[in-house]
């Protein structure tokens, strides 16, 4: 019953149908492992950080603990450590595509984005249909510069997933605003861009901004200062990170100039890991790989 709850996105039944099972059965890994996904779904990351903590505690040797920490870990900004534990799944789940995508959004997320683009290039040599593969190659190559390749994945994405707000939203953006004359496509952003802000019922601010930066990029720059304005009034309400540069653009669209942008992050190190502390996990019965699965996203516009 938590798995169709689950599957249902209804997490609060989830959670109390999964604690239930616990109350009477005790250790039962598949319940463990829901209540976490769907405390990690509800934002209730630390209750979800300290499960996992359990988890690993209890079964140091399953490697569902260390993923479902590693996502605890991320959800709460704590990079470097959802790293360590992702490594130590790479390392010794060497066959798992999905422990190499999501040490690479990882990876992007804490600005190592060449890092990230040598695991997904390792994804697409064994599996190029892999889920969600473009979508991050395609952030990736979004955060070192490359417009032009970015563009092509984020396309790839919605081939298969074409309602995905995330890839609609950093196409449209790129689409608008790079600053490589080949890449831009303003008619191309500004219909990609009304489909995200649609989708999210025009309520997220960042979307409304690449809303705002397709009309810019049209020479429709009324629209871009209207629809700018409703981003930077979102992101004020909500003491957003983003305000400050949505101020930037919305002073950009009242000269009736459009937005540019060209990101190239500089490498972050990576820690060296310690063999000495690694534990070689085994499988579960479970693959993480299932259909209950959550896959969290860390990057990206």
Same mark, same amino acid.
């Given at each position: 019953m938590a798995q169709i709850h689950f599957r249902q996105q209804a997490y609060e039944k989830c959670l109390e149908n999964a604690d239930q099972?616990?109350?009477i059965v005790g250790d039962f890994p598949d319940a463990i492992n829901l209540r976490i996904l769907s405390l990690l779904q509800l934002d209730r990351n630390e209750e979800a950080l300290e499960a996992a903590e359990s988890l690993v505690g209890s079964n140091p040797g399953l490697t569902q603990g260390y993923w479902l920490r590693s996502i605890a870990y991320s959800s $709460?900004?704590?990079?470097?450590?959802?790293?360590?534990? #992702?490594?130590? =799944?790479?390392?010794?789940?060497?066959? *798992? !595509?999905l422990f190499k995508l999501q040490l690479g959004n990882?990876?992007?997320?804490?600005?190592?984005?060449?890092?990230?683009?040598?695991?997904f290039n390792e994804i697409y040599e064994d599996d190029p249909d892999?889920?969600?593969?473009?979508?991050?190659r395609g952030d990736a190559y979004l955060s070192t510069g490359?417009?032009?390749?970015?563009?092509?994945?984020?396309?790839?994405? $919605?081939a298969k997933n074409p309602d995905d707000t995330g890839t #609609?939203?950093? =196409?449209?953006?790129?689409?608008?605003? *790079? !600053?490589?004359?080949?890449?831009?496509?303003?008619?191309?952003?500004?219909?990609?861009?009304?489909?995200?802000?649609?989708?999210t019922e025009y309520k997220q601010a960042h979307i409304l901004s690449t809303l705002a930066s397709g009309y810019a990029e049209t020479g429709d720059f009324d629209k871009a200062r209207e629809w700018?304005?409703?981003?930077?009034?979102?992101a004020e309400a909500e003491q957003a990170k983003n305000l400050d540069s949505l101020k930037k653009e919305a002073?950009?669209?009242?000269?009736?100039?459009?937005?540019?942008?060209?990101?190239?992050?500089?490498?972050?190190?990576?820690?060296e890991s310690n063999p000495r502390q690694r534990r070689r996990p085994r499988s579960e019965q479970r693959s993480t790989d299932d259909d209950f699965s959550c896959r969290f996203r860390f990057c990206g516009r």
């Open positions: 099972v616990l109350a $709460l900004d704590r990079y470097d450590e959802a790293i360590k534990d #992702l490594q130590l =799944l790479v390392d010794n789940v060497p066959e *798992s !595509p990882l990876y992007n997320a804490s600005d190592r984005p060449r890092a990230a683009l040598k695991l892999y889920e969600g593969l473009y979508r991050s490359q417009h032009a390749e970015a563009v092509a994945d984020y396309e790839r994405e $919605l #609609l939203n950093n =196409l449209a953006w790129v689409l608008a605003t *790079s !600053p490589k004359d080949d890449v831009r496509n303003g008619a191309r952003s500004l219909e990609l861009g009304l489909k995200a802000a649609e989708l700018i304005a409703k981003a930077v009034g979102i002073a950009s669209y009242e000269k009736s100039e459009p937005w540019r942008e060209l990101e190239v992050k500089e490498e972050a190190p990576l820690e």
